[in-house]
């Protein structure tokens, strides 16, 4: 992505080819925002938290297949993943338990909904799907990275 | 019509995946699979459905070929094919009279027996200000059953990185150190 990281490549041989190296270099940061903006847009638009966690996901398996772990693990580690991941699971119950102060599990808490077909709409629903986004998102990202690190151990030999 | 070409093009690829020499073969026989199932939520007017069997489709079948790229593992399914036709037979029949039986009951195709879809149909817009319905319906009238979801994701993550940790997998007196 930029050109700091990309010298502090440690083996050029590790991962796939130079030429799948350029491409992905241009399309991984168009996959991101692609799913940035299906979480973001799931209350107006089809898509949603679960979906968008996971393209926001293969973007960071996308950099893992093509560059190796290690440089995917200096983007986001295995501690920023598990982090991530609790830390989406309780907000999406936080915001359960906010409902509590209009009375029950849940609720809609906000009393002004917002104009429909905005961004800034639908009260707590876009703050769920970004809670279930981060969720999911690094939940299937650090199962990705804790199958393959099973897979160089069962084979014997660190990297490729 | 679409409909019924996809479900043919699926149950194609599914007996293709079982029916492979090589796993990688297999592995894209079951994407395939997945890949006409989205076309048929797309068909049947579910685009929400769509993209997320669209995407799970792609990171299971990366995770897949992730996994049998260097295990081919070629099995032997030669000897008990008699027995094994014989009972694939016997289960398929019985499982098909016994769902005809139970199912022949059900409303028809498009015309739910649920009467509360109506009401959120109607209310939905208003009373969550979300006009996509499907974010409304799963993350405020059934946001329960979102956390419900999102409990088993969560649980199944933490399961496979406790079965798949290092410290599981040293062998007795041997010291490992965690390293991420």
Known sequence: ?160 | MILYILLIIMIIGAIAAVQMQDLISAVIAVGAVGLALSIAFLVLKAPDLAITQLVVEILCLIILIRATLKKDLPFSTSGRWFFNTLVVAVFTVTFLGIGYYCLKDLPVFGQPIMKVANIYLETGLSKTGASNLVAAVILDFRAYDTLGEATILFTAVIGVIAIMRRVGRKKVGEEVEEDE
Do not use: Q, W
């Open chain 1, 1 to 160: 992505m930029n050109n700091k990281k990309e010298a502090a490549v440690p083996d050029p041989n590790k991962g796939m080819t130079i030429i799948v190296k350029t491409i992905t270099r241009l399309t991984v940061g168009l996959i991101l925002l692609y799913g940035i903006y299906i979480l973001s847009h799931g209350h107006v638009s089809p898509g949603g938290g679960f979906a968008g966690g996971v393209i926001v996901a293969l973007s960071f398996i996308h950099i893992m297949l093509a560059f190796g772990k290690d440089v995917a693990l200096k983007k986001l580690s295995m501690r920023a993943a598990s982090f991530f991941e609790s830390l989406g699971a309780l907000l999406f119950l936080l915001i359960a338990v906010i409902g509590f102060t209009g009375g029950s599990f849940f609720l809609n808490f906000f009393a002004d909904k917002g104009e429909p077909f905005k961004l800034f709409s639908a009260g707590i629903i876009p703050l769920c799907n970004i809670a279930i986004s981060l969720k999911v998102g690094a939940g299937l990202f650090s199962i990705f990275v804790i199958l393959v690190m099973l897979k160089f151990t069962v084979d014997g030999k660190k990297g490729n």
